[in-house]
C-alpha cells in the first residue's frame, strides 16, 4: 500500500473494510448493531491507518536522524510514534467490537470457556 494514498483512495479502502465488519457483525441483536456501527466505523479508520504507517515507517524506518543546530541525535520517527500509540487504541477497539458477539460465536476472538463470573456480574 502505497504511503501518498489520496484521500478518495483512503476511504474508498475504509469503506472496503467497513463492508467487511459490517459482514462479520451482520447477525447481532439491533441494539448491538447501534453500538457496534460507530466502533466499525473507527476500527476500520484505524486499520487503514495502520496500515499507511506501517509502509512509511517500512519505507523511512523507525528513526531518523534529527539535526537542529549543532545539536545531532538519532529520535523515533514522528509515523513510529502515530503508529505506537494508536495501535494499543486499536487493539481495545477491535476487542471491544468482538466482545459484542455471542461468547459461542467462533468469531469471537475471547471466546473462552465460561466460568460463570460474567454472568454473576452481568446479573449483580
Not at 474508498?12 to 473494510?17: D, N, P, R, V
Not at 523511512?60 to 494499543?88: D, L, R, T, W
Request: aromatic content about 8%; glycine content about 4%; proline content about 3%.
Amino acid at each position: 500500500m502505497s504511503r501518498q494514498l489520496g484521500k478518495a483512495k483512503q476511504d474508498e479502502l475504509i469503506t472496503i473494510e467497513i463492508e467487511r465488519l459490517n459482514e462479520i457483525f451482520k447477525d447481532l441483536s439491533e441494539d448491538k448493531k447501534k453500538v457496534a456501527l460507530r466502533l466499525i466505523e473507527r476500527v476500520a479508520f484505524m486499520t487503514i491507518t495502520l496500515q499507511l504507517l506501517e509502509d512509511q515507517i517500512k519505507t523511512q524506518g523507525p528513526v531518523y536522524n534529527f539535526k537542529n543546530g549543532k545539536q545531532q541525535m538519532v529520535v523515533e520517527h514522528p509515523a513510529q510514534k502515530s503508529y505506537n500509540s494508536m495501535i494499543q487504541r486499536y487493539a481495545t477497539a477491535y476487542d471491544k467490537l468482538f466482545n459484542l458477539l455471542p461468547k459461542d460465536d467462533p468469531r469471537n476472538i475471547n471466546n473462552e470457556d465460561d466460568d460463570g463470573f460474567e454472568s454473576f456480574v452481568n446479573d449483580r
